[in-house]
């Protein structure tokens, strides 16, 4: 009985505490639910937290391409900025700064001798030198302000005016001598008439032998109204002087004579008509010179309401019409054409030509198929460096070196050590030009090969091995670059004696379509373009060589009416020999003045050099 109710007794206690375990299983069996879906709402926050670093990496990544995109695009920005400073600092030099390109620096650099004894004979050398150009400089010296006891030039008329005292101050007065004072009076221009009378007359014996009369002399308009006199002063204003028809038209006025803006356009038309082969002349006879200048400037040009139909055989006139009717297609009201300068180097003639576009056909048209042989002077645009090979070969580019220069001196912020020594160079090698200017062609290519070309040696040596340091975005690399590049072109002038350094007594014949343009603005038709050109070749050969624009323009328009064709009298430089009276004689005076001045700065400058 005992042992029954012990295991009833153990019996109970298993039963309870399979009950206890029951409770603790249901109670982990509710832990463990709970457990579970925690570990779903975990994995559930998980999923969200990877997609939401996910979506987070992708926003860095994009906010990285975007911060390098500005980066980019900063500094595309500041290089543009950059660019246009130098744009405007080189535009405000350009208006405002000097007009000299000469670089002057306290680190010249220096001769280099082999003993103190070659010193001073070269400094002795350059002081008796300067001594010389003082002397020429003083014989040479502009006219100080006239002494009273100077008198005006005895070609001017006089016109004597008696200030004496009344007659009653002068009663018992003896006149013993006079005092004479001469002020020169400006007359503005007079016109007259000329009345050209042409007899009649009859035989009287034979009246079936009609009026005889002499015959009319060619007039430059039709009733020969008015005379090649108004003709030149309409053309020497316009394009000598650049005052535009309009204002000559009150200036005509203030002569009691009026002529409206037709007559005078008209006028010019005509002399034009009458110049055109004498021009053509010398536009074959500038295609004789060795070497040839070239350069062109911009000039507003209207289109015409019409395209004109262009002849097979006229290659401006189909260029002239593609160009319009490019034009016309995008809706525009005027173009951008080019005046084109030729300039003889050993010829002194200036020829201009007028294309509507600055194409090659420019000076394709003027010296490929004119089947020019020689040498073209102007800078390194694709119509000039490609001209060798269009031409077979018979046309060589010279580069022009003050292009070069002028890409070293805008480096000058940006790397100075090397800009200040490559323009110390060209420095040195213009000196060599100053002294060979009075030369021979010879002797300045013998000069040149003696002292020029050491000089271009040593410029090429610190391009390709001194400057290897410089970066392709740097202004100097650009001036690098392009001397390298056309190395062929700028050195041109070291194998031949006639061809210049540069091209700037070229390019400053832009300067006479320049100042016309901001008068004139603009040119209202193609054949207008063309006459333009014709006339600014006489004026502006008459201006190189120092004539009196009206008084040659008259007198050739008068030649060629009579029937003159010997154009070799009437060519600026022959005519001016035969006219001395009408050459400017300051303007020779002046250039002479300004030689010595440059040679006596040159040697001063050498001196310099010699005393560090």
């Known amino acids: 009985m005992d042992k029954l109710k012990q295991l009833q007794r153990e019996i109970e206690a298993l039963r309870a505490k399979n009950s206890t375990l029951e409770s603790v299983n249901e109670s982990l069996a509710a832990t463990n639910a709970s457990l579970t879906n925690k570990v779903d709402s975990l994995a559930v926050n998980n999923q969200s937290l990877a997609t939401t670093n996910e979506s987070l990496v992708q926003d860095a990544k994009s906010l990285a391409a975007a911060k390098e995109d500005l980066e980019s695009k900063n500094e595309d920005?500041?290089?543009?900025?950059?660019?246009?400073?130098?744009?405007?600092?080189?535009?405000?030099?350009?208006?405002?700064?000097?007009?000299?390109?000469?670089?002057?620096?306290?680190?010249?650099?220096?001769?280099?001798?082999?003993?103190?004894?070659?010193?001073?004979?070269?400094?002795?050398?350059?002081?008796?030198?300067?001594?010389?150009?003082?002397?020429?400089?003083?014989?040479?010296?502009?006219?100080?302000?006239?002494?009273?006891?100077?008198?005006?030039?005895?070609?001017?008329?006089?016109?004597?005016?008696?200030?004496?005292?009344?007659?009653?101050?002068?009663?018992?007065?003896v006149r013993i001598g006079e005092d004479v004072v001469e002020s020169?009076?400006?007359?503005?221009?007079?016109?007259?008439?000329?009345?050209?009378?042409?007899?009649?007359?009859?035989?009287?014996?034979?009246?079936?032998?009609?009026?005889?009369?002499?015959?009319?002399?060619?007039?430059?308009?039709?009733?020969?109204?008015?005379?090649?006199?108004?003709?030149?002063?309409?053309?020497?204003?316009?394009?000598?002087?650049?005052?535009?028809?309009?204002?000559?038209?009150?200036?005509?006025?203030?002569?009691?004579?009026?002529?409206?803006?037709?007559t005078l356009l008209n006028l010019q038309e005509a002399a034009e008509r009458v110049l055109r082969p004498f021009v053509q002349w010398l536009a074959d006879l500038v295609r004789t010179d060795s070497c040839i200048g070239s350069d062109d400037t911009s000039i507003r040009l209207l289109l015409p309401q019409d395209i004109p139909e262009a002849r097979e055989d006229d290659?401006?006139?189909?260029?002239?019409?593609?160009?319009?009717?490019?034009?016309?297609?995008?809706?525009?009201?005027?173009?951008?054409?080019?005046?084109?300068?030729?300039?003889?180097?050993?010829?002194?003639?200036?020829?201009?030509?007028?294309t509507v576009s600055r194409h090659r056909d420019g000076p394709d048209q003027f010296l490929v198929d004119s089947e020019y042989t020689g040498t073209l002077l102007?800078?390194?645009?694709?119509?000039?460096?490609?001209?060798?090979?269009?031409?077979?070969?018979?046309?060589?580019?010279?580069?022009?070196?003050?292009?070069?220069?002028?890409?070293?001196?805008?480096?000058?912020?940006?790397?100075?050590?090397?800009?200040?020594?490559?323009?110390?160079?060209?420095?040195?090698?213009?000196?060599?030009?100053?002294?060979?200017?009075?030369?021979?062609?010879?002797?300045?290519?013998?000069?040149?090969?003696?002292?020029?070309?050491?000089?271009?040696?040593?410029?090429?040596?610190?391009?390709?091995?001194?400057?290897?340091?410089?970066?392709?975005?740097?202004?100097?690399?650009?001036?690098?670059?392009?001397?390298?590049?056309?190395?062929?072109?700028?050195?041109?002038?070291?194998?031949?004696?006639?061809?210049?350094?540069?091209?700037?007594?070229?390019?400053?014949?832009?300067?006479?379509?320049?100042?016309?343009?901001?008068?004139?603005?603009?040119?209202g038709s193609l054949a207008s373009g063309y006459r333009t050109a014709t006339l600014m070749t006489v004026v502006s050969s008459a201006i190189r060589n120092d004539l009196d624009v009206a008084a040659y323009l008259e007198d050739v328009l008068d030649q060629l009416l009579a029937g003159s064709r010997d154009y070799a009298a009437l060519r600026p430089d022959a005519w001016g020999t035969a006219h001395p009276e009408s050459i400017r004689a300051h303007r020779q005076k002046e250039r002479e003045a300004d030689n010595i001045r440059r040679e006596r700065d040159r040697l001063r400058r050498r001196l310099a050099r010699l005393d560090q």
């Open 378 to 523: 102007g800078d390194c645009y694709g119509a000039n460096t490609g001209i060798y090979i269009r031409s077979n070969g018979l046309i060589v580019h010279a580069a022009c070196a003050a292009h070069a220069r002028r890409k070293v001196e805008a480096a000058l912020d940006n790397h100075a050590e090397h800009a200040k020594h490559l323009l110390g160079l060209f420095r040195l090698i213009y000196d060599v030009e100053d002294e060979a200017r009075e030369l021979s062609p010879a002797e300045r290519l013998t000069l040149r090969q003696k002292q020029s070309a050491p000089l271009w040696d040593q410029m090429r040596e610190y391009l390709q091995m001194k400057m290897m340091d410089v970066l392709s975005s740097d202004k100097i690399s650009d001036a690098r670059s392009y001397i390298l590049n056309q190395w062929q072109g700028l050195t041109a002038h070291l194998e031949d004696g006639e061809i210049p350094i540069d091209n700037n007594s070229c390019e400053q014949l832009m300067k006479q379509v320049a100042l016309g343009r901001k008068n004139w603005l603009f040119l």
């Open 77 to 173: 920005l500041r290089k543009q900025l950059s660019k246009k400073q130098d744009e405007l600092d080189a535009l405000i030099r350009r208006i405002f700064g000097r007009q000299s390109e000469r670089f002057e620096d306290d680190d010249q650099l220096k001769f280099e001798f082999a003993s103190q004894a070659e010193i001073d004979d070269a400094r002795e050398g350059i002081k008796q030198a300067i001594e010389e150009n003082d002397r020429a400089g003083k014989r040479n010296k502009p006219p100080k302000r006239r002494k009273r006891e100077e008198r005006f030039p005895d070609s001017l008329p006089r016109k004597e005016v008696i200030v004496d005292l009344s007659d009653e101050e002068k009663e018992g007065l």
């Open 184 to 262: 020169a009076h400006f007359t503005r221009g007079a016109a007259y008439i000329i009345r050209k009378i042409f007899p009649k007359y009859v035989h009287p014996e034979d009246p079936r032998a009609g009026i005889l009369q002499a015959p009319r002399p060619a007039a430059l308009i039709q009733g020969d109204r008015y005379d090649t006199s108004f003709a030149a002063s309409v053309i020497a204003n316009r394009l000598g002087y650049h005052l535009p028809i309009h204002r000559q038209e009150d200036m005509f006025a203030e002569c009691g004579l009026y002529l409206s803006r037709s």
């Open 315 to 354: 290659p401006k006139g189909r260029r002239a019409a593609e160009v319009f009717a490019a034009a016309k297609s995008k809706g525009l009201k005027s173009i951008t054409a080019k005046m084109w300068a030729y300039r003889g180097v050993q010829i002194p003639i200036n020829v201009f030509d007028f």
